[in-house]
């Protein structure tokens, strides 16, 4: 499975290399064929960000429900690392990638 090139067209990116473009706000990564920087698109933006915060909810909550540290700690691991990994998986499998706008 490999995705397109917004500037060539042609399809040289694999999933681990859009994972590793990052987000709007980096340099990205050169396209292998023209040379040309890409970044993961607006929807990755979006779904980083309310996964981003649903982690950040999910953590809170725990917080403040639980007594002891160690059901925090317990209970607050698996929200934050299920969010991690849906970020993962978003960035490599869901959205366009996008011309980098960033210069160095």
């Known amino acids: 499975m490999k995705y397109k090139c917004p500037h060539c067209g042609k399809e040289t990116f694999s999933p681990w290399m859009k994972l590793r473009c990052g987000g709007m706000t980096s340099y990205g990564k ?10 993961n698109g607006k929807a990755s933006l ?5 996964l981003s915060l649903m ?6 909550y725990c917080y403040f429900t639980f ?3 160690r059901d925090v700690f317990l209970t607050g691991v698996i929200p934050f ?3 991690v990994i849906m970020r993962v998986l978003f960035n490599m499998f869901v959205g366009d990638l ?5 210069r160095k």
């Open 67 to 69: 007594r002891t540290y």
């Open 30 to 39: 050169p396209c292998p064929e023209c040379g040309r920087r890409c970044v």
């Open 46 to 50: 979006i779904a980083n960000t309310v």
């Open 98 to 102: 996008v011309p980098a706008i960033k």
């Open 55 to 60: 982690g950040l909810a999910a953590i809170l």
């Open 81 to 83: 690392a299920s969010t």
